[in-house]
């Protein structure tokens, strides 16, 4: 690939090839109202949104008056108006900076509602700053909670129907967009049952063919033809799924250009690292593919810790009380057991956990090491002599970790990540495994809703691994669901 220079076409850049003598390239053979709909989409994305999220925030100023009120009855209907005014126009400018108008593009029902809370959340927060400053009105908490409730919930409805209402109008004004495939391998028919929904299928493309005699899609021709093909079948998108060795015969055809406009995707050769991270800038005039070995963790999950673990502490303390006095009555000893713990970066804290084990648990330890049933550096035993009698019951529902809560409002855990290790575990890791303490530890995490005990510590190690470089914040929501599964199901829980 290095006889072609990327700067030449600036395929990664803009994603767009056009003709090599500097012309427009060729409209598409789209009807007229085609070309107008990302447009037409795009206004009403824009209106429909600024004005659910204002009537939201006005419906939650008329529940004020059905709930009693907190103390700010003095507040009109006018200053409720220009917040909610307010956090309309932050929502959908961050909409905009994140390409959320862009229909021909869907995203994922859980990164789609991933954006939604934390643009609606952000604008809330910046409109009541800008509301502090600028004058000093005291607006109803109830308020807040339920504008910004109706606001998220009236978004995540329409923006499902609306996506769904896009491509029924999208089909039925102009035909699906037809793609080309670069390599007539396996990989290439897989991204082809995976687009056959929503794209039309031309074919495949390539100098020798693994095709079945029965593929649902013909074999075109060699590679030396594309720029005929793109004008024979009006293709609109070329996906390149063939090897990085096998490229450089294609980037040639791609450097002249077509007189057609034609999106390429490139199908990256990154093995395990292809999270959403990768990100393309320039850097001395040169186009380079960047990686975070973590993925970018926002506010809203040290907000959600915070949040969710008061909110936890204080609805399960009659059940801390009860089982205080359950580990009290029964053994001699603390009822809670402190543990030094490695967090992120290396940093050492100590852990909170009810008391499950007898008191001199830890000095009997060494006696038992020869009996450990876990992998790696962990020690983990079934029928551990050392645990009580009540210490089985809360091992088995999970309750014995509830007290980490507190480790979770001190910022020192969250409630999703990886497990924390103690210091003698971290002192047997290769090199590799020490990448799991680039997160925040957490109480539960892909590990837990896994199997727990019944995973291996090497695949525990590549589970957490999957989680920092993945994490997202829908990530987390079905973390904290699989949980209660998990919890209930008692799966590898000893």
């Known amino acids: 690939m290095s006889s072609v220079p990327l700067a030449e076409t600036d395929v990664l850049r803009t994603g767009s090839l056009w003709s090599a003598n500097g012309d427009e390239p060729w409209a598409n053979e789209t009807p007229g109202i085609a070309r107008f709909l990302p447009t037409l989409a795009v206004a009403c994305g824009l209106g429909l949104d600024c004005g659910l999220v204002l009537v939201s925030f006005l419906l939650a100023h008329w529940a004020r008056f059905v709930v009693p009120d907190d103390g700010a009855s003095a507040l009109g209907l006018e200053n409720y108006t220009k917040m909610g005014l307010l956090v309309s126009l932050g929502t959908i400018i961050i909409f905009a900076v994140h390409h959320f108008y862009d229909f021909e593009r869907p995203r994922r029902w859980t990164a789609r509602t991933q954006l939604i809370i934390s643009a609606v959340s952000t604008a809330l927060v910046v409109a009541v700053a800008a509301s502090f400053f600028l004058g000093d009105e005291r607006f109803s908490r109830l308020w807040f909670a339920a504008g910004w409730l109706l606001a998220i ?15 029924a109008i999208r089909q039925r004004v102009a035909p699906a967009d037809c793609v080309l495939i670069v390599g007539a391998n396996q990989l290439g028919q897989q991204i082809a049952s995976e687009l056959a929904a929503g794209y039309r299928i031309a074919g495949f493309v390539d100098n020798g063919s693994d095709l079945p005699t ?18 024979t079948y009006a293709v609109d998108e070329i996906i390149v799924a063939l090897p990085t060795h096998r490229r450089e015969q294609v980037m040639r055809v791609f450097a002249r250009g077509f007189r057609r406009a034609v999106k390429v995707n490139f199908l990256p050769e990154l093995g395990e690292l292809a999270p959403r991270q990768f990100e393309v800038q ?24 915070l949040a969710l673990g008061s909110t936890l502490l204080v609805v399960l303390a009659p059940l801390f009380l009860i089982i205080a006095i359950a580990i009290w009555l029964e053994s001699a000893g603390p009822v809670f057991y402190r543990q030094l713990r490695v967090g992120k970066d290396g940093k050492r804290f100590q852990i909170y956990k009810f008391r499950s084990m007898h008191q001199d648990a830890d000095r009997q330890l060494a006696q038992l090491r020869t009996k450990n049933e876990a992998t790696g550096p962990l020690f983990k035993m079934r029928e551990d002599p050392r645990v009580t009698r009540v210490g089985r019951v809360l091992r088995r529902l999970s309750l014995d970790e509830f007290p980490q809560l507190f480790n979770v409002v001190c910022g020192e855990m969250s409630l999703v990540g990886p497990r924390p290790p103690v210091p003698a575990e971290v002192a047997e890791y290769e090199d590799w495994q020490l990448g799991r303490l680039r997160a925040v530890p957490g109480m539960t995490g892909l590990w837990q809703v896994s199997g727990r005990s019944e995973v291996s510590f090497h695949d525990m190690v590549r589970l957490d691994l999957h989680y920092i470089r993945h994490w997202s914040f829908s990530l987390d929501l079905e973390l904290l669901w699989r949980t209660i599964s998990a919890v209930l199901t008692h799966r590898g829980a000893y």
């Open 282 to 305: 320039d850097l001395g005039g040169r186009p380079y593919i960047g990686f975070a070995a973590k993925a970018r963790v926002s506010w809203l999950k040290r907000a959600t810790d």
């Open 153 to 167: 919930s009236s978004l995540v409805l329409w923006r499902m129907l609306a996506q769904r209402l896009y491509v």
């Open 214 to 231: 029965d593929a649902a899609h013909p074999f075109l021709g060699p590679i030396s033809q594309i720029d005929q093909l793109v004008h």
